[in-house]
T-cell receptor, first 114, second 117 residues
Framework: RKEVEQDPGPFNVPEGATVAFNCTYS??????FFWYRQDCRKEPKLLMS???SGNEDGRFTAQLNRASQYISLLIRDSKLSDSATYLC???????????????FGQGTILTVHP | DTEVTQTPKHLVMGMTNKKSLKCEQH?????MYWYKQKAKKPPELMFV???????INESVPSRFSPECPNSSLLNLHLHALQPEDSALYLC????????????????FGPGTRLTVL
C-alpha cells in the first residue's frame, strides 16, 4: 500500500462546478498535512495546510480525519485558473528519529473547461 | 516574502561535464532541501540541510554532491551524470520553528530543468 494515496483523475469539470479530492495516508503517526498545487512545468506551491478542525480559504476547504487517516480538498465555483495537479502531502513520522519526512501523493489532475 | 530562487532555469549538459545548481532564500529558514521530479511524478527528496549541516541523504548517487556555503545558499554539484538524471530539480526551504526538520511548511523554488545528453 502506498504511504499517501490519491485518485490520479483526471477530473474534467465545467467552470462553476464543485469538485472534491480525497487522499489517504498509511502512517497513523503523521503530524502535518498539506495541499499543494502544481501547474505544468512549474514548482509546487502551497495551497493550504490542513488541520483537524478543518479550514477554509475562499473557495477552498480542507478537512482532516485522523481516525480514518483521510484528507480532503473541496473546491467550489471552479475557475479555469484552478486547472493544475493537486498534491496531497503528509509529514510522516520517521519512527525512531527526531524528525518526520514529507511524503507526496501521486497528484490529482484537474482540468476546468469553459 | 516567501521566495526561493534557483539558477539556472534550464541546463543542458553532457555526461562528462561538471555543473552546479544554485538555490537561495532570504527568509531566515534554517532547513533547505533538494528534490528531483520526473515528468508526471511527485517530487522525490534527495538531501536535507538543517542549520547548514547535511541531515539527510536519501541514498543519492555520489555524482550528486550538495553543499551549503551559508544559511541562505544551497548548491548541488553535478558530475558524470547519466541521461536518466534528466529531471526538474527543485530546491525548498522551511523555517524549523519547532526545531524539527519537515515540521513547517516548505516553500519551493521554480526549479532547474536539467537535460543530460
Amino acid at each position: 500500500r502506498k504511504e499517501v494515496e490519491q485518485d490520479p483523475g483526471p477530473f474534467n469539470v465545467p467552470e462553476g462546478a464543485t469538485v472534491a479530492f480525497n487522499c489517504t495516508y498509511s502512517n497513523s503517526a503523521s503530524q502535518s498535512f498539506f495541499w499543494y498545487r502544481q501547474d505544468c512545468r512549474k514548482e509546487p506551491k502551497l495551497l493550504m495546510s490542513v488541520y483537524s478542525s478543518g479550514n477554509e480559504d475562499g473557495r477552498f476547504t480542507a478537512q482532516l480525519n485522523r481516525a480514518s487517516q483521510y484528507i480532503s480538498l473541496l473546491i467550489r465555483d471552479s475557475k479555469l485558473s484552478d486547472s493544475a495537479t493537486y498534491l496531497c502531502v503528509v509529514n510522516q513520522n520517521a519512527g525512531g528519529t527526531s524528525y518526520g519526512k514529507l511524503t507526496f501523493g501521486q497528484g490529482t489532475i484537474l482540468t476546468v473547461h469553459p | 516574502d516567501t521566495e526561493v530562487t534557483q539558477t539556472p532555469k534550464h541546463l543542458v549538459m553532457g555526461m562528462t561535464n561538471k555543473k552546479s545548481l544554485k538555490c537561495e532564500q532570504h527568509m531566515g529558514h534554517r532547513a533547505m532541501y533538494w528534490y528531483k521530479q520526473k515528468a508526471k511524478k511527485p517530487p522525490e527528496l534527495m538531501f536535507v540541510y538543517s542549520y547548514e549541516k547535511l541531515s539527510i541523504n536519501e541514498s543519492v548517487p555520489s555524482r550528486f554532491s550538495p553543499e551549503c556555503p551559508n544559511s541562505s545558499l544551497l548548491n548541488l554539484h553535478l558530475h558524470a551524470l547519466q541521461p536518466e538524471d534528466s529531471a526538474l530539480y527543485l530546491c525548498a526551504s522551511s523555517q524549523m520553528t519547532g526545531g524539527e526538520i519537515f515540521s513547517d511548511t516548505q516553500y519551493f523554488g521554480p526549479g532547474t530543468r536539467l537535460t543530460v545528453l
